[in-house]
């Protein structure tokens, strides 16, 4: 496609439920990037894939959160066990390659815990 | 570690008049400085980045940004606000590391403009 795709656009689960969050990037990119947004914050790192490796995933809030990307395009976030606190936008991203690559980024899925 | 601190939550100007979004980082070496814009149910798009040579970098949209190190700023300009740049702005700043980009984010201005 033309830009990096997510959906669902909207998610609304029940606390404790898991949800599934999708992601396809840009053809050819080799980059993918997690990026958590709170309502009125800036967008926080969760987690870095390089093709199918995960090689940073320092931002990622607890074990309940978990993303892969195993053949190297498409990736999903899951998140086990839903907390309201993990109410937020999901933004997804990614590049060519290497440092300071230009980012592109999907709308993101907005997920509510209620 | 790295952060941004971007002052102002919100910023209103008239269409046609200058504009000013102040940012501030926190880093330990030269920085990767980013400005991007992000309109309602819109993604995040690039307006302009900074990584070394001419402190004075130009932008997508007619923005432009200054990096000035001795007050570890990086502020946003434009000379003459259309009603579409109403939008949320954010400054971030990168590692610049080979592991890729991982940015750190202020809170973003948001920027509303009159007619």
């Known amino acids: 496609g033309a830009g990096v795709s997510q959906s669902p656009r909207y998610k609304v689960a029940k606390r404790g439920q898991d949800v599934a969050l999708r992601c396809d990037p840009i053809?050819?990119?080799?980059?993918l990037f997690w990026y958590q947004q709170a309502l009125g914050q800036g967008p926080e790192f969760l987690t870095y894939f390089q093709n199918e490796a995960q090689l940073d995933k320092s931002g990622l809030p607890s074990d309940r959160f978990f993303a892969e990307r195993p053949e190297g395009s498409v990736s999903t976030l899951k998140i086990q066990r839903t907390q309201q606190e993990d109410s937020a936008v999901y933004l997804c991203?990614?590049?060519?390659?290497?440092?300071?690559?230009?980012?592109?980024f999907g709308s993101g899925t907005q997920l509510s815990v209620l | 570690a790295q952060s941004v601190t971007q002052p102002d939550i919100h910023i209103t100007v008239s269409e046609g008049a200058s504009l000013e979004l102040r940012c501030n980082y926190s880093y330990g070496a030269t920085p990767y400085l980013f400005w991007y814009v992000q309109s309602p149910g819109q993604g995040l798009q690039l307006l302009l980045k900074y990584f070394s040579g001419d402190t004075l970098v130009q932008g997508i949209k007619g923005f432009e940004a200054e990096f000035k190190r001795s007050q570890s700023s990086f502020n946003l300009r434009k000379p003459s606000v259309h009603w579409s740049d109403a939008a949320e702005y954010f400054c971030a700043v990168g590692d610049g590391k080979s592991s890729g980009d991982k940015l750190t984010f202020g809170t973003g201005t948001r920027l509303a403009v009159r007619p």
């Open positions: 991203a990614s590049s060519l390659a290497g440092p300071g690559g230009k980012l592109f």
């Open positions: 053809s050819g990119h080799v980059s």
